[in-house]
């Protein structure tokens, strides 16, 4: 009822202009200029993105939803080349349950009998492309974060039953319980010593599409937390959260390289290391240079890493690759180069293998 007026009022509007200027053709353009300009103005802030409810009718999204689990759900984006972002949950299990199609004048997203673990942000834009190259037009945006709220799962499940957070001294972190109904009560514990953690909405704040962050992660914080939820019925626990602190120098990786003996017998086996120190949470791709690479001399490469920590509450990440040369010979004998790259550069570290 209430919002049968807005309706109502909202056509007569584009009425009224079409009748001024017939009526008074003095002055036709001024009116229809400003009318004009608002409209351009209000189109530019709308959503592209709707709902499609029953009957065909849609309704444009607030900036949250909530629905209950199981039912399905059909958002519809304007434009001819969209682009749509949603739960990553969805593609990593390839999920028959999503579609989308691109058709004349808008895409559409069909979510078929939704799950709790559905519940995350739905968004779409356009995109503007000239010859092969793409941009997001940041006019043409739509976004809504939807709830699939389940009295059994509070909280949005998880794949895993526990889960690693790092806490970086020069960024937040963020504990990811995040629940399928917004009204829920939930509050943050320490496994050891067993207490509740207070959220003081300052260093430490719960955000319903985030889970709980800490803005400034100090090795304090560091241990084994998780969440407790409460909506009308018994409470819920959520999966456990190591938290681990980090603190190593940031950049190209910190490299050393060593062999297993810089001299070597004739059919002896040697191993050259490349070993690199860096964050828990950053990955390190090796490249070798060797003697017999060209003559497509077959060696064993071995990639892998571990967390080590160093008993002052700091995790380090260590990332090793080891070159194995089995039945060295002559044409082994020279300089082995390693190459560890990060998204921050890259490190060259060389030693020396010689034959006896």
């Known amino acids: 009822v209430i919002g049968q007026p807005a309706k109502s009022k909202h056509p007569k509007e584009p009425g009224e202009n079409k009748i001024k200027p017939v009526n008074k053709k003095v002055k036709p353009k001024i009116p229809k200029m400003k009318e004009r300009e608002s409209a351009d103005s209000s189109l530019k802030s709308q959503s592209i993105l709707t709902q499609v409810m029953d009957k065909g009718r849609s309704q444009k999204l607030a900036a949250t939803l909530s629905l209950s689990a199981g039912q399905s759900i059909e958002l519809r984006c304007k434009g001819s080349n969209v682009t749509w972002n949603y739960p990553s949950y969805l593609d990593t299990f390839k999920d028959s349950r999503l579609s989308i199609k691109q058709l004349d004048r808008y895409s559409q997203l069909l979510l078929a009998n939704a799950t709790a673990a559905d519940t995350g942000e739905y968004s779409c834009w356009l995109q503007l492309c000239h010859g092969n190259k793409c941009r997001k037009d940041e006019t043409k945006t739509g976004s809504t974060y939807i709830f699939f709220t389940d009295k059994e799962e509070l909280f949005v499940p998880t794949p895993s039953y526990f889960e690693i957070v790092y806490l970086n001294p020069d960024k937040p972190a963020v504990i990811p319980c995040r629940v399928t109904t917004p009204s ?173």
């Open 184 to 356: 829920a009560k939930v509050t943050l514990h320490r496994e050891f010593p067993a207490e509740e953690i207070e959220t003081d909405g300052t260093d430490i704040i719960y955000d319903v599409k985030k889970g709980f962050v800490y803005q400034h992660p100090t090795s304090d914080h560091k241990g084994i937390v998780y969440c407790k939820a409460e909506s009308q019925g018994a409470p819920q626990i959520s999966i456990k959260y190591h938290l681990l602190y980090v603190e190593v120098p940031k950049g190209p990786p910190s490299t050393t390289i060593a062999a297993s003996s810089n001299r070597a017998e004739v059919s002896d086996s040697v191993d050259i290391i490349c070993t690199v120190l860096g964050e828990p949470d950053v990955d390190v791709n090796f490249r070798w240079q060797y003697p017999g690479q060209e003559s497509e001399r077959p060696v064993i490469i071995q990639n892998f890493w571990r967390l080590i920590n160093r008993g002052t509450g700091h995790t380090t990440r260590i990332s090793k690759s080891i070159l194995l040369v089995e039945d060295f010979e002559a044409r082994d004998a020279g300089n082995y180069i390693c190459i560890a790259q990060n998204l921050q550069g890259e490190t060259t570290v060389a030693t020396k293998v010689e034959i006896n």
